[in-house]
Structures are given as C-alpha cells and as structure tokens.
C-alpha cells in the first residue's frame, strides 16, 4: 500500500483545509485509515481514525467538533476535513493504514504503511 497524503496549506486562523489520503497501490477499503500529526520538536500524535467500512470513526479530544474523518471507499480516499483550525494546528499531517483492533486504532504502531505528510501551517 502506497499512501499519499495532500490537501495541506497555509491558512488563518478560522479557516479550513481538506486533506485526502489516497493509495496508490492496494485498495483501502480492507484497511482503517488515521490520520497523524507532528509539530516541530514535539512527539507524534494521533488526530482521527476510521474503521474500513466508514461505520466507526473517532477523533482526538483537542480536535473533536473540529475535525471530520470519512472515507469513499469507491473512490479509495479517505478525508479529513478541518474546520476552526487554530495555530496549534500546525503541523505535518500523516495518512496511515492499517489493520488495528478497535483497542489499538489509535496508536501509531497499529498501522503498518505510511504516507509522506503534507504540512499544515495555521496562522494567528
């Protein structure tokens, strides 16, 4: 599975960007899909995840009611669209796929392949 992460952007505070993750290889719907953030000097972290059907979806605390995850399976892309994004936001978003139990889909070691990032920059 080849992923490709793009969407990213320089944006103000308050605005939106939809990031997509795509496979250029394997089909994803046999695999959930999160998406991943790092910002500079700190530790990975995880945003939102999705199961492979699209039924079960969940989100970081600090981004909920912010941050929407879906996928189209019939279109092999799964979406995160960010709204109300402050500086904090800031960061290289990382697609991720995987086949983590419900326990386990939140962390990063879960998911085996890896898209290259695309950064996200939130300006005050």
């Known amino acids: 599975v080849q992923l490709q992460a793009f969407g990213g952007g320089l944006v103000q505070a308050g605005e939106s960007l939809d990031l997509s993750c795509s496979s250029s290889?394997?089909?994803?719907?046999?695999?959930?899909v999160g998406w991943f953030r790092q910002a500079p000097g700190k530790e990975r972290e995880g945003v939102a995840w999705?199961?492979?059907?699209?039924?079960?979806?969940y989100v970081e605390e600090s981004v909920k009611g912010r941050f929407t995850i879906s996928r189209d399976n019939a279109k092999n892309t799964v979406s995160l669209q960010m709204n109300s994004l402050k500086p904090e936001d800031t960061a290289v978003y990382y697609c991720?796929?995987?086949?983590?139990?419900?326990?386990?889909?939140?962390?990063?070691?879960?998911?085996?392949?890896w898209g290259q990032g695309t950064q996200v920059t939130v300006s005050s």
């Open positions: 290889g394997d089909s994803l719907d046999t695999y959930a």
């Open positions: 991720a796929a995987g086949r983590p139990i419900v326990a386990t889909i939140s962390r990063a070691t879960a998911y085996a392949y």
């Open positions: 999705i199961d492979m059907t699209g039924d079960n979806t």
